[in-house]
């Protein structure tokens, strides 16, 4: 699955564009190098979002083509 879209399915950015948006402009990065937005996602991935006061980081735990609010969750884990 895209990058832009999964950030958007589990998620951890609210619209796709913006999760887009964020690629292009070098703030999404897995495995400490900035990730297209095009970007296939695979299960292990370490993702940092370097979006507002504090760097956001997961690590992608499962890839579903869709999630409901309630199992969102359950495609990432927090790690710091």
Sequence with gaps: MRLDKYLKVSRIIKRRTVANEACDAGKILVGDKAARASYDVKIGDI????MGQKPLKVRVLGVSEHAT???ACENYEVIG
């Design 47 to 50: 993702i940092t979002i370097n």
């Design 69 to 71: 609010k309630d199992t």
